[in-house]
């Protein structure tokens, strides 16, 4: 080998000495050659060895796997391979954001989020707090014990003491929750109670579109309106007379099936069996749709959080404006008034009420009003029915076209006005009164029996005392305080077959006729006639056509007498007898005429009626009278004819 390598060397030197024609002789690279050739001897003796051995090794592994496979050989112990585990990958105050189409942004925070494994798209949160803000910068708060996040879809679901508050007082309790981030919308099938501007809502789903201002509420639904406080709602006596559902000031409560808010057009939608109650009156209908000014949750003022959470937030600026009740409304008071009707209206901003179609009002067991529409005036203090009206009280009744009553005075008046007679001429109203038979008549005193000094009648003007008075009359004024019902115009009263006609005719009556205020309903009792009064040239005609005419005439209901005065004149055909005084028992048909001294009249004369001739006529302080022969034996033999009597 030093053999070779000197021969080498000096092969390499004789080359240079060649070349350059001098001897040069590199004493350092010899002893470079010689390391190189050792390792690289080393390395080919490892790889004359370790190649075989590697190569039967391989074999020899292959092998022993397939006599494994085939159950034959020895069991190789399992290569343990290192696990994840989520708690390695447990992340610490993560915060995930985005932004909207529209301009919106939000961004969720947690104290803690770990991967799940099973979706790589999920991350379940921990400690969780975000925001959602609109287009508006109007905001949106969250927070929510834990949760889990879709990176991927961008949706949050919420479990487990969920709050979400936003601008000017959304406060909404939740249990659990899916918030759909880009789009703003929240939604939660558990129950939930929500806190707005107008009030507290509670239900059992819920869906809430922040960027439309829409709000949806499901199954079991509880809604508290405390509507603006107004000057009025701090009137005991304004609340008294108050509409009968809508009162300023005043609380209402609601359960639907279904509650639809619309925040940009005002309204509030309740459906499915709808009851609301205020002060003690409720109100049923299908459908009742609420309309306000502000907003259920309105706008704060800046980003400061602290303003903006919570119910403490100003709720002065909402305001219930109408309440429209739709389809077979029921309405009911605390003192037992009960008012139906297809629709109603309560505007409590101007303090009236309307309720149209098929409208029935009701008080206690004997008190009806029908009519097609009832305006209620809370200024005013009136309600109008118009009509066709008809008002029942037991068996009596009164019909007209149009009835006003005023709750503060306790005044009705009842008419027929051209316009809504559908006629250039106003109609009629009419009245049917029912005595109670248990005071229609009485025994008569000997006053009442006294002829003397009188021309006493057959029994012409007879009538049964149990039977109605039927009138008819331009217009009826009713003043319940007073206990008085007033006729007025072209007055005809008719029992049974005698008639009396006046321009007025006043009812007296105990008990009660009016529509309101009692507290039972009819604390005043069912109305009963006393007696009757009439004005303004009285005529009383009887079946056979006697008539007899005065300036006045009284009505005793409870002794069944009728009293005329004035210039009386009592006829038939051309028999006239004259009087300042008639006096007619409806029980027997007697009438007594006769003449009173008066301090103007004494001695008076009275002449014939037709100024004929021919007759007899009577002078002095008795009554006058003119009889043709003819007419008054005709009479006689009449049952019911005349009977002349003089007194001893």
Same mark, same amino acid.
């Given at each position: 080998m030093a053999s070779m390598a000197a021969a080498e060397t000096s092969g390499v030197a004789h080359e240079l000495t060649r070349a350059s024609g001098s001897r040069i002789v590199i004493a350092g690279d010899r002893s470079q050659s010689r390391t190189a050739?050792?390792?690289?001897?080393?390395?080919?003796?490892?790889?004359?060895?370790?190649?075989?051995?590697?190569?039967?090794?391989?074999?020899?592994?292959?092998?022993?796997?397939?006599?494994?496979?085939?159950?034959?050989?020895?069991?190789?112990?399992?290569?343990?391979?290192?696990?994840?585990?989520?708690?390695?990958?447990?992340?610490? $105050?993560?915060?995930?954001?985005?932004?909207?189409?529209?301009?919106?942004?939000?961004?969720?925070?947690?104290?803690?989020?770990?991967? +799940?494994?099973?979706?790589?798209?999920? #991350?379940?949160?921990?400690?969780?707090t975000g925001e959602l803000t609109d287009a508006k910068k109007q905001k949106t708060y969250l927070s929510a014990t834990r949760g889990i996040f879709d990176n991927k879809t961008n949706v949050l679901e919420l479990f487990d003491a969920i709050n979400v508050t936003g601008n000017g007082g959304l406060n909404a309790k939740l249990t659990r929750a899916t918030i759909q981030t880009k789009e703003n919308i929240i939604t939660s099938n558990e129950p939930s109670t929500i806190l707005m501007g107008a009030g507290q809502i509670t239900s059992n789903q819920l869906k809430i579109r922040q960027k439309t201002k829409e709000y949806t509420f499901l199954d079991n639904v509880r809604t508290h309106m405390q509507p603006k406080q107004t000057a009025a709602s701090a009137d005991d006596q304004q609340e008294k007379n108050a509409v009968p559902f809508g009162k300023p000031g005043q609380p209402v409560?609601? @359960?639907?099936?279904?509650?639809?808010?619309?925040?940009?057009?005002?309204?509030?939608?309740?459906?499915?069996?709808?009851v609301a109650s205020q002060a003690g009156a409720t109100m049923t209908a299908p459908e009742m749709v609420v309309s306000y000014q502000g907003s259920v949750a309105p706008a704060g003022k800046g980003d400061d959080k602290t303003k903006t959470q919570g119910a403490s937030a100003d709720q002065s600026g909402t305001q219930v404006k109408l309440i429209v009740a739709n389809d077979s409304v029921v309405l009911k008071?605390?003192?037992? %008034?009960?008012?139906?009707?297809?629709?109603?209206?309560?505007?409590?901003?101007?303090?009236?009420?309307?309720? %149209?179609?098929?409208?029935?009002?009701?008080?206690?067991? +004997?008190? !009806?009003?029908?009519?097609?529409?009832?305006?209620?005036?809370?200024?005013a203090q009136t309600m109008t029915l118009t009509g066709p009206v008809v008002v029942t009280q037991g068996a009596n009744m009164l019909k007209g076209r149009r009835l006003v009553y005023n709750r503060a005075t306790q005044k009705m008046q009842l008419s027929s006005p051209a316009n809504l007679m559908g006629s250039s001429s106003p109609g009629r109203i009419t009245a049917h009164f029912v005595k109670d038979p248990s005071k229609a008549s009485a025994a008569k005193s000997d006053d009442d029996n006294e002829n003397s000094d009188g021309i006493a009648f057959g029994a012409a003007f007879k009538a049964d005392p149990n039977t109605p008075y039927d009138v008819a009359a +331009? !217009?009826?004024?009713?003043?319940? $305080?007073?206990?008085?019902?007033?006729?007025?115009? $072209?007055? =005809?009263?008719?029992?049974?077959?005698?008639?009396?006609? &006046?321009?007025?005719?006043?009812?007296?009556?105990?008990?009660?006729?009016?529509?309101?205020?009692?507290?039972?309903?009819?604390?005043s009792g069912t109305a009963a006639l006393t007696h009757l009064t009439a004005r303004k040239k009285v005529i009383v005609t009887s079946k056979d056509g006697q008539t007899a005419t005065g300036d006045w005439a009284e009505v005793d209901i409870k002794k069944n007498l009728t009293t005329m005065?004035?210039?009386?004149?009592?006829?038939?055909?051309?028999?006239?007898?004259?009087?300042?005084?008639?006096?007619? +028992?409806?029980?027997?048909? %007697?009438?007594?005429?006769?003449? %009173?001294? @008066?301090?103007?009249? &004494?001695?008076?004369?009275?002449?014939?009626?037709?100024?004929?001739?021919?007759?007899? #006529?009577?002078?002095?302080?008795?009554?006058?009278?003119?009889?043709?022969?003819?007419?008054?034996?005709? =009479?006689?033999?009449?049952?019911?004819?005349?009977? #002349? !009597?003089?007194?001893?």
């Amino acid at each position: 080998m030093a053999s070779m390598a000197a021969a080498e060397t000096s092969g390499v030197a004789h080359e240079l000495t060649r070349a350059s024609g001098s001897r040069i002789v590199i004493a350092g690279d010899r002893s470079q050659s010689r390391t190189a050739a050792h390792r690289h001897s080393r390395r080919v003796r490892l790889l004359k060895i370790g190649l075989p051995v590697t190569a039967i090794a391989t074999v020899a592994l292959a092998a022993l796997n397939i006599l494994e496979n085939i159950g034959i050989g020895p069991t190789l112990p399992p290569i343990e391979v290192p696990k994840i585990v989520a708690d390695n990958l447990k992340m610490h $105050n993560p915060h995930y954001q985005g932004f909207n189409s529209d301009g919106g942004h939000y961004w969720v925070k947690a104290e803690t989020a770990q991967q +799940d494994l099973k979706s790589l798209t999920s #991350v379940h949160l921990d400690g969780i707090t975000g925001e959602l803000t609109d287009a508006k910068k109007q905001k949106t708060y969250l927070s929510a014990t834990r949760g889990i996040f879709d990176n991927k879809t961008n949706v949050l679901e919420l479990f487990d003491a969920i709050n979400v508050t936003g601008n000017g007082g959304l406060n909404a309790k939740l249990t659990r929750a899916t918030i759909q981030t880009k789009e703003n919308i929240i939604t939660s099938n558990e129950p939930s109670t929500i806190l707005m501007g107008a009030g507290q809502i509670t239900s059992n789903q819920l869906k809430i579109r922040q960027k439309t201002k829409e709000y949806t509420f499901l199954d079991n639904v509880r809604t508290h309106m405390q509507p603006k406080q107004t000057a009025a709602s701090a009137d005991d006596q304004q609340e008294k007379n108050a509409v009968p559902f809508g009162k300023p000031g005043q609380p209402v409560d609601v @359960t639907s099936n279904r509650l639809d808010i619309d925040d940009i057009k005002k309204t509030a939608t309740y459906t499915g069996g709808v009851v609301a109650s205020q002060a003690g009156a409720t109100m049923t209908a299908p459908e009742m749709v609420v309309s306000y000014q502000g907003s259920v949750a309105p706008a704060g003022k800046g980003d400061d959080k602290t303003k903006t959470q919570g119910a403490s937030a100003d709720q002065s600026g909402t305001q219930v404006k109408l309440i429209v009740a739709n389809d077979s409304v029921v309405l009911k008071q605390p003192n037992g %008034e009960t008012a139906t009707s297809d629709h109603a209206t309560f505007d409590t901003l101007a303090h009236t009420a309307v309720l %149209e179609g098929n409208v029935v009002l009701t008080q206690g067991t +004997d008190r !009806r009003a029908v009519g097609d529409r009832v305006d209620y005036d809370e200024t005013a203090q009136t309600m109008t029915l118009t009509g066709p009206v008809v008002v029942t009280q037991g068996a009596n009744m009164l019909k007209g076209r149009r009835l006003v009553y005023n709750r503060a005075t306790q005044k009705m008046q009842l008419s027929s006005p051209a316009n809504l007679m559908g006629s250039s001429s106003p109609g009629r109203i009419t009245a049917h009164f029912v005595k109670d038979p248990s005071k229609a008549s009485a025994a008569k005193s000997d006053d009442d029996n006294e002829n003397s000094d009188g021309i006493a009648f057959g029994a012409a003007f007879k009538a049964d005392p149990n039977t109605p008075y039927d009138v008819a009359a +331009d !217009r009826l004024d009713v003043d319940d $305080n007073a206990k008085k019902a007033i006729f007025v115009g $072209n007055v =005809s009263a008719v029992q049974g077959t005698m008639t009396m006609r &006046s321009q007025e005719l006043t009812a007296f009556y105990s008990g009660s006729a009016g529509m309101g205020d009692s507290k039972d309903g009819q604390a005043s009792g069912t109305a009963a006639l006393t007696h009757l009064t009439a004005r303004k040239k009285v005529i009383v005609t009887s079946k056979d056509g006697q008539t007899a005419t005065g300036d006045w005439a009284e009505v005793d209901i409870k002794k069944n007498l009728t009293t005329m005065g004035g210039a009386v004149v009592l006829t038939q055909g051309k028999n006239v007898v004259h009087g300042t005084k008639l006096v007619i +028992d409806m029980t027997t048909g %007697e009438a007594t005429i006769k003449t %009173e001294p @008066t301090a103007t009249s &004494s001695g008076a004369a009275v002449s014939s009626s037709d100024g004929s001739g021919g007759g007899t #006529v009577y002078k002095a302080e008795r009554p006058s009278a003119v009889f043709y022969p003819g007419q008054l034996r005709k =009479s006689k033999i009449q049952a019911d004819g005349w009977q #002349v !009597r003089t007194s001893p």
